[in-house]
């Protein structure tokens, strides 16, 4: 299970790391860390205007976490279905060979 992002810690290394890009690989976006790293935060600018976007960014990022796991219980149920069903299937299957 992957942890929510908290917008406290985001803040803090927006403010600390943020020229380099920490608090874009803490909200799981590595291409625009990567951009701030040898931009310097998009020549600054892109750094301050994370300064209003935050919030939403980590609601973002939140989402896209909440959609991920949702998905993979969404296959784990699927597959255990499909697994009944086979298994009912090949009752069937039994059975009508006992007839």
């Known amino acids: 299970m992957v942890r929510e992002r908290n917008l406290t810690t985001a803040y803090i290394l927006w403010l600390t790391l943020g020229l380099i890009g920490a608090h874009k690989l803490y909200l799981r976006r590595p291409l625009m860390a990567l ?4 931009t310097l935060g998009l020549f ?7 300064l209003f976007t935050m919030a939403e960014q980590v609601d973002d990022c939140n989402d896209r976490i909440y959609e991920n796991e949702d998905s993979t219980l969404m296959e784990e149920h699927l597959e255990d279905r499909i697994d009944e069903l086979e298994d009912q299937v090949e ?3 039994h059975q009508l060979r006992n007839q």
């Open 35 to 38: 951009l701030y790293l040898f």
């Open 44 to 50: 600054l600018i892109g750094w301050v205007v994370d």
């Open 91 to 93: 009752e069937l299957r």
